[in-house]
């Protein structure tokens, strides 16, 4: 994301904790309370695909390190 | 007159001497040094030989278990020290030595040698633990000191590079066996230490005789060892074998082989280890992306109750406003039989509101009807 300031997966759950937390306490009126909700769906939405990126990157990581282990022991 | 005499027989005679020698304090476990000679291993694996010097000559027998348990058997020439008992073989009245151990001639001075100067360099500190100097793990130049032919270097460079094919390995040639031995394998040494990049030092020497191994019980070799700034590990003839270099030595391996096997990892099992790094890296990953993923839904749950638990209330309000609104519905009342008589958009409530001619509009429940008024008449 550099149109925007970086991503931030800690950052997001951090704001999410917070939003939460404001949200349980009842203090906001119910305005502030949708807008919060539609805050704290987009952080959602965003740190999962984040999480699901990373988890496919791992993925291909060791599948690429476990061929090039298999490849030089077939050498010997 | 010889009628009193006592007279033996051959057997009580032989039991006798038999007792005699066989309870003699040094006839028994003590040690006697000759040349072998009628050197003969019997199937019963049993050796019999006849120990001789100039003047005489004495049978022995050394039995099985005790020849299974010396490291070369003799062979006739040898000057050898052998302890053991003087026992009668009454059968044929003659006495043996019973062998319990053999030496070759000399080899009791040169233990007491090595004893002595073990201990004397063991009191300097030289064999400090503390001292020693730690192997690197991942040497890159290995240099190694024995002879340049025969198995010995052979098999280090092969357990070398099977284990750790990248290193260099430097050979420091010496002379391992006789009096130049102990000059030559400083030499090879100090030759080493001039060279930059020296890792690890291998000191090694395959297997022998107490004398073949000698020179490495040399003091000189020793303090040259104590004083090399590069760690040196000994592989010096068998499992059995120690010699002074052995204790000097930053590491003793048992043989050449398993010096070598100490200086260097191997690659596979690096490999191996790397693999298994892999692994936990992968799994403490995944470990840490499903504790968020959990964290999230949870975040999501919560946010969205705590959005809709107003706005159920809400409803619930709603509920109840639009249940009290019902109450004044207008068509509540027309389906409990009244009618509702309109003039224009107002409901009539009085005379007052129309006049004769007028025309108004009246809702019943299944519809709706206009009327004109021909009348109208207030009460008194």
Known sequence: ?76 | MQTKMNIYSVTQLTQTIKFLLENSETLQNTWVSGEISNFTKHSSGHVYFTLKDDGAAIACVMFRNVAMSVATLPKPGDKLEVMGSVTVYPPRGNYQVIVQAIRLRGQGDLYQKFLELKSRLEQEGLFDPLKKKPLPAFPRTIGVVTSPTGAVIRDIIKTVRRRYPHVKIVLSPATVQGDQAAASIIRALELLNEKPGMDTIILARGGGSMEDLWCFNDESLARTIAVCPVPVISGIGHETDFTIADFVADRRASTPTAAAELAVPDSKEIRKSLQQSGIQIRKSLQNFIDFRKQLIDDFQFRLEQAVMNPLEYARGELAVLSARLDAFDVRKTLQRGYTITLAGKKALRSVKQVKRGDLVMTMAADGQFESEIRSVKADA
Do not use: C, W
């Open chain 1, 1 to 76: 994301m550099p149109e925007t300031k970086k991503f931030s997966l800690e950052t997001h759950l951090k704001r999410l904790r917070k939003i939460v937390e404001e949200m349980q306490s009842g203090k906001p009126d119910f305005d502030e309370n949708i807008k919060l909700f539609q805050e704290g769906s987009v952080l959602i939405q965003e740190a999962k695909i984040f999480l699901d990126e990373s988890e496919m990157l791992i993925r291909k990581l060791t599948a690429a390190g476990e061929e090039s282990y298999a490849g030089e022991l077939d050498e010997e």
